[in-house]
């Protein structure tokens, strides 16, 4: 169902709608909470308007006293705010008595869960009105600028959207604003092609830093160092942008990073995984936005609690209507899954419209939840068209956030990724990959996987980790020494550190080299790599076919499996399928094309990769059906990117019309920054803003 919206009316008219919405929500409570007594009819109009009035004025108080915000003191003390707030009111002669203590605050429990549906269907969330006559002052005090023709541009991207979903998505009326924009001719859609590995460390870093060389997939292993490098490990995030950063990156010019893997050198971050131990770039007024709605807070904490009951109820229904492929969903994955298309989705969303109040040149924001639910639901199932559905509504209120912002701007959404889908190699096969190289090898060599669900639990870490920030990095404060000793070994080097990599994420900083299997076995969707730890050098193609005579042509000729990348002494580049050879050096076949059917460009990037210091010994690309698109996934995913085969390398790119393309075949994440730079070099004249 299509939600109203009437963003057009005023914003007095707007929030009259809510104040009856909530005095409803209050009238109707009356019945369901015990210990309020109420003697006159008009209470609930006059309740709910008084405690408006007392929630802004409070709430300016706050900040003009340059209250710190964060998790604690201004967001579960947001609720104690409120219901103190409400007791208050009952202080008045308006009619009301509380016989009971915890009566106010089930009372602001109970009308947000009932402003929500009607808020959200409505489209009334009371954004403007709070944020013009709010907001609007809470930057004042920390130098608002002033106002300027001169655009800034709002980069949003969609992690693992393909522009074929989107377009699926679009046609079907998921997401009525990105058509409307189109349909309007106010923007542009394309496509382009995304490097090996098709997944967001390797697009992000080229995009946002504008270099992603050596950064084989979403995991790798080092042989000189012993050390495993994960792609959303914040330690490991920050070595890479230590590694790649020139200083110039698409944020450098006074931009902000927002939920970001890379900074792109912004001088503010938040949510970012490459800078979440970096005080100076952490502004602590950025989550007044979130804490001026009364409701706010509250708000995203019960659709945090339906979306976990969301997903159970999808998964449900996949099991029950025997919907393939599938995968299991239990566990602690609804609260992963809700942290990425709640948590962190609003957090960012409030977070932006306070940075365009600000006037900030350039912000670029990743949007996590599709992703997430695409994985363990399917890219085209109707869970993920309606997280996509959500995320336009998102869309539509920083839409209308341009309109009250001290200067224009510019509105960019893109991908990093798409998305493959298929039945997991396991699930075909009944092996995984680990346990295919474990019976090509003897007995005597020792096999080593490493593929745990990284994903949802790094969502979630930079989350807790953000929102705690200054209260882990204050060490004097009382508030931090009572949080440090209630979340006990959960905060390590700084992070707050949950998920089944933590006692991994220790061992490490204390590598035994010992204990480092011979064969290391790793997977980045639908593409494996295959380190052979007791040689330091990469090994050739001549020296694996003496010493592991089985292994290539084992895995070679397995139905699950494409081809593999080696490397020869003689030939160079090599890339083996079961019936033929490519060799990359001069282009040369022998018997049938491994490549024929991973499009025109598969060669280069599998020539670049093959260049990487720390490609694997052995690159391994799963089965691919040309006429379904379907891969198969050697990590338990429905929907899958990493490697190559369908439309996980054929992201999207919606921009202004007004904005020329230099090149309309971008090929690579490099080439779209390089873009992306050209069109902020339009308004490089604008002079540094300061929050």
């Known amino acids: 169902m299509q939600r109203l919206r009437i963003r057009h009316l005023s914003w007095p008219v707007r929030v009259a709608f809510m104040w009856i919405i909530d005095s409803c929500a209050f009238a109707i409570l009356l019945d369901v909470i015990p210990g309020i007594a109420v003697t006159e009819t008009k209470t609930a109009v006059l309740v709910i308007i008084i405690s408006g009035f007392l929630n802004a004025t409070l709430r300016l108080l706050l900040v003009k006293l340059n209250i710190r915000p964060n998790l604690f003191n201004f967001g579960f003390a947001t609720l104690f705010l409120n219901s103190f707030i409400v007791w208050l009111v009952a202080q008045f002669p308006l009619g009301i008595i509380y016989t009971d203590l915890l009566s106010p605050f089930f009372l602001v429990i109970g009308i947000t869960a009932v402003n929500v549906p009607f808020s959200d269907l409505l489209a009334i969330d009371d954004d403007e009105s709070y944020y013009h006559h709010i907001v609007s002052n809470i930057i004042k005090l920390y130098g608002m600028p002033e106002n300027s023709e001169i655009p800034g541009v709002l980069f949003m991207e969609i992690d693992g959207l393909s522009k074929t979903i989107l377009q699926r998505a679009l046609d079907e009326g998921y997401m009525p604003t990105l058509a409307r924009w189109l349909d309007g001719g106010t923007h542009k859609l394309v496509g382009w092609e995304c490097d090996l590995s098709s997944q967001t460390s390797a697009s992000q870093a080229g995009i946002l830093l504008g270099d992603n060389f050596d950064i084989p997939a979403f995991r790798w292993y080092e042989k000189e160092s012993g050390r495993l490098m994960v792609s959303n490990h914040p330690a490991d995030t920050y070595e890479i942008e230590r590694r790649l950063s020139n200083g110039y990156g698409l944020l450098s010019n006074n931009g902000a990073s927002r939920s970001n893997l890379f900074s792109g050198d912004a001088p503010q971050t938040m949510f970012t995984f490459s800078t979440i131990s970096d005080a100076t770039r952490h502004r602590t007024q950025d989550f007044y936005p979130l804490y001026m709605g009364p409701f706010n807070f509250c708000r995203i904490l019960i659709l945090f609690l339906w979306d976990v009951l969301l997903e159970k109820q999808q998964a449900l229904y996949q099991r029950?209507?025997?919907?393939?492929?599938?995968?299991?969903?239990?566990?602690?994955?609804?609260?992963?899954?809700?942290?990425?298309?709640?948590?962190?989705?609003?957090?960012?969303?409030?977070?932006?419209?306070?940075?365009?109040?600000?006037?900030?040149?350039?912000?670029?924001?990743?949007?996590?939840?599709?992703?997430?639910?695409?994985?363990?639901?399917?890219?085209?199932?109707?869970?993920?068209?309606?997280?996509?559905s959500k995320l336009d509504d998102q869309f539509d209120r920083l839409e209308a956030t341009t309109r009250l912002a001290s200067r224009p701007y510019q509105l960019v959404v893109l991908s990093d990724h798409g998305q493959s889908q298929g039945a997991t190699f396991k699930q075909r096969y009944g092996e995984t990959l680990e346990d295919v190289v474990r019976g090509l090898v003897t007995e005597e060599n020792t096999v080593q996987s490493i593929q745990n669900d990284e994903a949802g639990w790094g969502n979630l870490n930079i989350f807790l980790t953000d929102l705690l920030h200054d209260v882990i990095f204050d060490d004097d404060h009382i508030l931090s020494r009572f949080i440090r000793r209630l979340l006990k070994r959960r905060v390590y080097l700084d992070q707050v550190v949950f998920g089944p990599y933590r006692k991994w994420l220790a061992a490490r900083n204390q590598p035994n080299t010992e204990d480092v299997a011979e064969i290391i076995v790793l997977a980045s969707g639908n593409l494996g790599l295959i380190y052979l730890t007791d040689w330091e050098h990469r090994l050739s193609y001549e020296e694996m076919t003496t010493r592991f005579p089985n292994l290539l042509k084992g895995l070679t000729q397995h139905e699950g499996i494409s081809f593999v990348l080696v490397q020869s002494e003689k030939y160079g580049a090599m890339v083996i399928g079961a019936n033929g050879i490519r060799y990359l050096e001069d282009e040369n076949i022998e018997g049938c094309d491994p490549l024929a059917h991973f499009g025109p460009n598969a060669a280069d990037h599998l020539r670049r990769t093959s260049s990487f210091p720390h490609v694997a010994d052995i690159m391994v690309n799963s089965c691919y059906d040309p006429e379904t698109g379907e891969v198969a996934a050697f990590e338990e995913l429905v929907g899958s990117h990493g490697g190559l085969g369908g439309d996980q390398s054929a992201p999207f790119l919606l921009f202004p019309a007004e904005w020329d393309l230099d090149d309309d075949n971008i090929i690579g994440a490099s080439m779209l920054h390089d873009q992306m730079k050209t069109w902020l070099n339009q308004y490089s004249d604008e002079v540094a803003i300061h929050r």
Do not use: K, N
Not at 328 to 342: D, W
């Open 320 to 388: 029950r209507h025997d919907v393939q492929p599938r995968i299991h969903r239990g566990g602690i994955y609804p609260l992963l899954r809700a942290s990425t298309t709640v948590l962190l989705r609003d957090l960012s969303v409030y977070i932006l419209i306070g940075d365009m109040y600000a006037g900030l040149p350039a912000i670029y924001v990743t949007f996590f939840g599709y992703d997430e639910v695409a994985h363990h639901s399917g890219i085209d199932r109707p869970d993920a068209f309606d997280i996509l």
